[in-house]
Each structure stands twice: as structure tokens, then as C-alpha cells.
């Protein structure tokens, strides 16, 4: 029962913390490291102590799963060679660096505890990285580093620990080697291995449920089959979770896609930020120990300084090296420009410890000396990187002027992947045109799609606040039927004449599509504070038309449809400039639709957007954006 109510009231204070946080933009991963910290020390606190075991079977699993299922594994292989000098070069050159301050600073402290010390530390954590890094809006490339690089180091900072503590004083580089292959081999065969097994099961499940629930149980059975084999229990969990995420669209129903992303979203909500309150409740005994092991007090203080000092400075000192000598990276897919040294800055500057920093320094055996230092060490480092480094991240991106992903941009990308994909759709039921339809489904077929498509169009332009578009009225008045309906759904259920089965299924189908535009109207939200919409560099290669088309041209009018003013009709919604002629006309998303009778009339294939700060073009001969 004490058990019970620890964990109930652990939970309940970093749900209350997070969503505080969330309410006022603080950076929860610090705000619960320094709450833990200063809560160890209260007596009503019941003292925590984390194991190694705990944390690397329990904790770190669905944490690395969970992040795994959402990296796109294309950007991961777009960013494979900086992601790899990452996750093996830095680590083993954080170890070795680390290894010889703590030896200098300390000469008590042994080569093999001295290395023990540096493959702790050397890992940035994936939970830091990512909760701090999209908190605080970086560009996508760098957030992508910075989780590939997260997902794999640990393997290599625990394949370099285990060595260190088992060779004992004649630490081995030919050593080092094989146990980094054997773990490297094992990990991703069994990863492999379970996404292959996960992959075939998935084929024949349909229940959401049961979908579900072996997602899971993967995370943990493939860390504990790697681990059991001598591979890398790390490697195999996120070879399997890229790997199922990558091919969910093919492998899972849509059902079971909504229903594990949401279980995994909370799963990793409440693990993240309990990971933190974790750290810092560790202060109050590892302090307490390390003072009962009578190590001088200035000798501790230069072991924490030092040792955070260094993964600080190493990380940067090899960061700009790898970037201009081995990296070489190409041009960013969403600028078309090769990454500026302002990106290696971040990169280098963004080395947030963690749990598995932690997990690894409580695995340190008790025969080392100054043990109780080590492990203190660790968590200066683990909560030094969360405070100082995560706390100045956003400052040092605003002073290098990066740019967090704009949301007019991704709208505008949204836009035109809807119509590529409706293109292809009626591409499909053009095959069946010629089939009878008394019901008229086809057309009912296409105007769906022709909805689809102007509803993603209407999220860029310059409509003011007050000016709602079709679809944002047509969100307003279907969200207040819903409601009509589910009351009236509701009522019926009180009277208990319908069963309790079919009540439910109705209500859950008028939840979806409330879901459905609840998204929809928060992602408007997001394009308020935008700037610029240019295009979407390097993303779609422009067509013939595109490329003769020119940037801009004159037009007869300023600010308005030709053809509705010239039929009294003045309720269009975007307005898009043809680049042969110069004819202001309005967009799909408006009753007259004259952009699209005009290129029918005219053959002219590229019109601009009319609208107030967007650059972009679109051919209607080949569906291209540019």
C-alpha cells in the first residue's frame, strides 16, 4: 500500500508540474529535475533509490521504443554519416577524454573506474534532446540528428561500460572492439528479427486492441532476447521500433495506427517526465553517501567540475572537426542550403544527460574506489546538462537566428501532397467511370476529395481573423451538430432502450470526426504568427512550366478577383496571380473557383498566390508546387 500511494502521488506531482509548465512555456525536464532535487531532502519524502536494473529493462525500453516509432527513417539515412560520428565517434572520444581528467584530477582513481566514469557520462540522453529540442522550435535537421544520435550512443556507452568493469586494470582496445561488434551484430539481428515476427503477426490482426497490446510487449521483448544473446539490447529495440514505425501504414489498420499512437504518446508522456522527478530525487542519499565515504570534499568538487567541464567542451571541440572534414553535409531539404555553422553550434551545445547516465553509474561495482564520487559525478553531469545547457539552448538559437519549422510552409507542403495523393485517388476512380452509377457515387467520390483539397489550400492566405473560409464554417456548424448529437445520443442511452455496445460504437464515431476537426482548427491556429510562405525547397522538382514561368508579373488590378468583380460577386476567399498574363482570379476554395477556369480556358499552366507575403507558384498542367 505504501508502494501504491508513492507511485500515485509521483505520478500526480509530475502530471500537475508538466501541465503547468505546458500552461506557462517553462522547460518541464528542469523545472522537475531541480523539484526532485530540493523534494529529496523533505522528510515527508520517502527516499528513492534507482538500480541499474530498473532503469535499463524498466524505464529505458519504451522510452527508446516510443521515440523510435515516431523518427522518420528516411531523414534518419539522409543523416546517417553525422548521426554515426555521434552516436560511436563522439561517445568513445567523450570516454577516452573523460577517462584521462578524471585519472588527472584524481590519481586515486583507477584507469578501469576512470573509463567506467567516461562511458557514464558520454551519452547524451534521447528523453533530453527531443523534450528540450522541440520545446523550444529548432530546425527539423538538427532534431533529427539529435534523436538518431540518442537512439544509438547508449549502445555504444553501455558496450564501453561493461568492458571497462569486467577487464578490470589492462582495459583492451582489441577488447573494446569485439564487444562492440558482437553487441552490434546481435542487437540489430534480433531487432531485425522482431520486426519481421512483429511484421507477419500485424498482417493478420485487425483488433486495434490486441494490436496494441503487442506493441507493447516488443520494446521489452527485444531488449531482453538482445541482452540475452550478449547483443545490444538498445540496437535491436530501435532497429525494431524505425523499422514497425516506417511500415505502419502498411502493416496496421488505420484503427490500430490512432490507437498506438495515442497509448505511446501517453506511455511516453508520463515516463519522460517522471525520468526527471527520478533524477533529482536522487540527490538527498547520493550526497549522504559520498560524504560517508570520506572522500575530501575539494576532491569532489574538482571531479564534478572537471568531468562536467569536459563532456561540455570535448562535444564541441569534436563537433566542428566531423562537421567541415567528414560530414561535408548536403543542402537542407527545407531551405535548399547547406547547413550554416550555426547548426554545428546547436549540435554541439545541445548534450543533455539523462537516465541512462544514471542507470549505467549505479552498475558500478561496489569494489571500485570512490564509487559513491563516481555515481555523485554523474548526476552533477546528468543535472548540470538539463539546467545550464538545456536552459541557455534557446537562447543560443535565438542569438544564432535559427528558424523553428514555419507552419505556413508545412501547410502550404500539406496543400500539395493532398493534391498529389487526390490526383492518384481520381487517377483510380477514372477506371471506374464508365462502371453504372445510379447513386451517383462517383461524383459524391470526387467532390470529397475536391473538398479534402481546398480545405488544406485555405490554411495559407492572409483571410483576416474575422473572415472565416468555407471550411472554417463549415468546421463551426458541424462541430455544433455534433453536439446536438451526442446529447441527443446520450439521452437515448438514459432511457436504456438501445444496448450499451451500439451507444458506444456511435459515440466513438462522432468522436472521430470531432478529433478530426479539432486538428484541423488547431493547425489553422498555427499559421497566425507565420511569415513568408516561399515554397518548399528541394522537396518537388520543378516541372517544365515551372521553370520557364517567371517570379512575378504585372497585374490590371491590385487586390481582386477580375471575374467575380466583373459579375458582381465579390465572396471569394485566396486570390492567385497567372504568370503569362497577369489575370487575378479566385481559388478552388471559392464558390466561382475562376484560378482553375481560367488555365481551363487559357491553357496558361503557373499561377502565383495573390496573398500578402507567399511566394509560391503551382502548375496546374503537372500538379507541381514551386
Not at 496494441?212 to 521500433?241: D, N, Q, W
Not at 560530414?327 to 537542407?332: A, C, F, Q, S, T
Not at 514555419?406 to 487517377?427: C, M, N, T, Y
Not at 493547425?523 to 515554397?535: D, F, H, I, K, S
Request: some cysteine; hydrophobic content about 50%.
Amino acid at each position: 500500500m505504501h508502494l501504491a500511494l508513492s507511485l500515485a502521488a509521483l505520478a500526480a506531482v509530475v502530471i500537475a508540474v508538466a501541465a503547468f509548465c505546458r500552461r506557462f512555456d517553462l522547460p518541464a525536464p528542469i523545472i522537475l529535475v531541480v523539484l526532485g532535487a530540493a523534494g529529496s531532502f523533505l522528510p515527508f519524502v520517502p527516499e528513492v533509490h534507482l538500480t541499474s536494473e530498473v532503469v535499463l529493462v524498466g524505464l529505458l525500453p519504451p522510452l527508446l521504443y516510443g521515440a523510435a516509432l515516431q523518427t522518420s527513417l528516411v531523414d534518419f539515412n539522409a543523416n546517417r554519416r553525422a548521426i554515426l560520428l555521434l552516436s560511436i565517434g563522439l561517445v568513445a572520444f567523450t570516454t577516452v577524454g573523460v577517462a584521462v581528467v578524471a585519472h588527472y584530477v584524481i590519481p586515486g582513481v583507477t584507469w578501469p573506474a576512470a573509463f567506467a566514469l567516461g562511458a557514464v557520462v558520454a551519452p547524451p540522453d534521447a528523453v533530453s534532446a527531443t523534450a528540450i529540442a522541440r520545446r523550444i522550435g529548432i530546425p527539423r535537421r538538427i532534431v533529427t540528428i539529435l534523436e538518431g544520435e540518442s537512439l544509438l550512443n547508449d549502445a555504444t556507452a553501455l558496450v564501453a561500460f561493461r568492458t571497462a568493469i569486467a577487464v578490470g586494470a589492462t582495459v583492451s582496445v582489441l577488447q573494446v572492439g569485439r564487444d562492440f561488434l558482437l553487441a552490434a551484430v546481435g542487437g540489430v539481428a534480433v531487432g531485425l528479427l522482431m520486426y519481421f515476427l512483429v511484421g507477419r503477426l500485424r498482417r493478420r490482426i485487425t483488433d486495434p486492441v490486441i494490436d496494441t497490446s503487442v506493441s507493447l510487449v516488443t520494446p521489452f521483448v527485444a531488449y531482453v532476447a538482445a541482452e540475452t544473446v550478449h547483443g545490444s539490447g538498445v540496437l535491436a529495440v530501435v532497429i525494431a521500433g524505425l523499422l514497425l514505425g516506417h511500415k505502419a501504414p502498411i502493416l496496421q489498420t488505420a484503427t490500430s495506427r490512432i490507437a498506438e499512437r495515442l497509448n505511446w504518446r501517453t506511455i511516453e508522456f508520463l515516463l519522460e517526465n517522471t525520468v526527471f522527478l527520478l533524477i533529482g530525487l536522487q540527490a538527498r542519499w547520493i550526497l549522504r553517501d559520498v560524504a560517508a565515504s570520506g572522500v575530501p570534499v575539494s576532491d569532489v568538487v574538482k571531479l564534478c567540475v572537471s568531468t562536467f567541464l569536459a563532456v561540455v567542451v570535448l562535444r564541441l571541440v569534436w563537433v566542428f572537426p566531423a562537421r567541415y572534414l567528414l560530414v561535408r553535409p548536403g543542402r537542407d531539404r527545407e531551405t535548399g542550403r547547406h547547413p550554416s555553422w550555426q547548426y554545428t553550434a546547436v549540435l554541439g551545445w545541445a548534450g543533455m544527460r539523462g537516465v541512462v547516465t544514471l542507470a549505467a553509474a549505479f552498475a558500478i561495482p561496489e569494489s571500485f574506489d570512490y564509487r559513491e564520487t563516481l555515481i555523485l559525478t554523474a548526476l552533477v553531469v546528468a543535472a548540470g546538462t538539463l539546467t545550464v545547457q538545456g536552459s541557455t539552448l534557446p537562447m543560443l538559437v535565438r542569438w544564432l537566428k535559427l528558424t523553428a519549422p514555419d507552419p505556413r510552409e508545412d501547410a502550404l507542403a500539406r496543400a500539395a501532397l493532398f493534391e498529389k495523393a487526390s490526383a492518384a485517388g481520381l487517377e483510380m476512380l477514372d477506371l471506374h467511370s464508365r462502371e453504372d452509377d445510379p447513386f451517383n457515387t462517383i461524383e459524391a467520390l470526387r467532390q470529397r476529395a475536391e473538398q479534402r483539397n481546398t480545405a488544406a489550400w485555405e490554411r495559407l492566405g492572409s483571410t483576416h481573423p474575422e473572415d472565416e473560409t468555407p471550411s472554417e464554417a463549415y468546421a463551426r456548424l458541424r462541430l455544433e451538430m455534433l453536439q446536438a448529437e451526442r446529447q441527443k445520443v446520450l439521452h437515448v442511452r438514459s432511457t436504456g432502450t438501445i444496448p450499451h455496445e451500439v451507444v458506444e460504437d456511435v459515440l466513438a464515431a462522432l468522436d472521430i470526426e470531432e478529433s478530426m476537426l479539432d486538428v484541423r482548427n488547431a493547425r489553422t491556429a498555427e499559421l497566425e504568427n507565420a511569415e513568408t510562405v516561399r515554397g518548399i525547397a528541394g522537396t518537388i522538382a520543378a516541372c517544365e512550366h515551372l521553370k520557364a514561368a517567371p517570379h512575378d508579373v504585372e497585374s490590371r488590378v491590385e487586390f481582386e478577383c477580375e471575374d467575380c468583380v466583373r459579375d458582381g460577386f465579390t465572396a471569394w476567399v485566396h486570390l492567385r496571380k497567372c504568370l503569362e498574363c497577369g489575370h487575378m482570379a479566385c481559388c478552388d476554395s471559392s464558390p466561382r473557383k475562376h484560378a482553375s477556369a481560367h488555365f481551363d480556358g487559357t491553357g496558361h499552366p503557373v499561377m502565383r498566390s495573390a496573398e500578402p507575403g507567399e511566394e509560391w507558384r503551382w502548375c496546374f498542367v503537372d500538379n507541381r508546387l514551386g
